[in-house]
DNA sequence: TGTCGGATTCGTCAGCTTTT
DNA sequence: AAAAGCTGACGAATCCGACA
């Protein structure tokens, strides 16, 4: 795969900037969503803590067609039931279904024994139908592909042989030239952006795991709240018979 | 079958918070 | 204080059901 980038995206237009800065100006910033769940969970028991995520499972390999134990069980408001189980996988069953029959599987692992410096991503998607996996090597490579008035990169696979010239990962202190600087920003670049892709999809994975507790705890509330209200009619008709 | 609109997912940016 | 991490917002791509 040979991808062309063209650095455009320092000389943001003006108009737009401000735009975004005066709607971020409105806008009030929250605490995480680990850090609402966690208060969460010191105030509610059977609230589960998000917990912090452990470096490379710790020598639990990826399994992906096996069941993981579920350490918390919860049922939404439209009946299905959530088990959030260690090492992150949920699990969702629909009412009715017995055991595994009807039981999905939504994984997020990382590879046992990823290559030096890359981040190997593993989604895995089990259904009924089979499964699906995507894998996401991190270590892609970048090059200065052209040149011109705008210089443009090329993102390559690691095998792929690289173009005569092209000198790669300098460490910051042996860096002469400009076009050795310009392509340890580019590396940077790079590296921020795939650490940022990968923390946005935890922070989504995490805010899914936020509201789905969140719609446990109004399941659990609703049912106090039932049972709470036939209390108060049951101790009505005791302090107040009915005189026919 | 084409298309329209709403929903969902993903990558990126920006700005804030937390960690070092 | 700087670096790293987190997350809301945005736009693009894709999916999916409804409808003509």
Do not use: W
């Amino acid at each position: 795969m040979v991808a062309t980038i063209a650095e455009t995206d320092e000389s943001a237009d003006s108009e737009g900037v401000i735009d975004s800065h005066k709607r971020r100006e409105i806008l009030s910033r929250r605490p995480s969503y680990r850090k609402i769940l966690n208060e969460l969970s010191s105030d509610v028991p059977g609230v589960p803590k998000i917990e912090e995520e452990k470096s490379e499972e710790e020598g639990t390999p990826p399994n992906i067609a096996t069941m993981a134990v579920p350490t918390s069980i919860y049922q939404t408001s439209t009946g299905q039931y959530i088990a959030i189980a260690q090492g992150g996988t949920i699990q969702i069953s629909n009412p009715g279904s017995d055991g595994v029959q009807g039981l999905q599987a939504l994984t997020m692992t990382n590879s046992g024994a990823p290559p030096p410096g890359a981040t190997i991503v593993q989604y895995a998607a089990q259904s009924a139908d089979g499964t699906q996996q995507f894998f996401v090597p991190g270590s892609q490579v970048v090059v200065q592909a052209a040149t011109g008035d705008m210089p443009t990169y090329q993102i390559r696979a690691p095998t792929t042989a690289l173009p005569q010239g092209v000198v790669m990962a300098a460490s910051p202190g042996s860096l002469h030239s400009p076009q050795q600087l310009a392509e340890e920003a580019t590396r940077k670049r790079e590296l921020r952006l795939m650490k940022n892709r990968e923390a946005a999809k935890e922070c989504r994975r995490r805010k899914k795991e936020y509201v789905k507790c969140l719609e446990s705890r109004v399941a659990v509330l609703e049912v106090q709240n039932k049972k709470l209200i036939e209390e108060l009619e049951t101790l009505k008709d005791i302090c107040s018979p009915k005189t026919d």
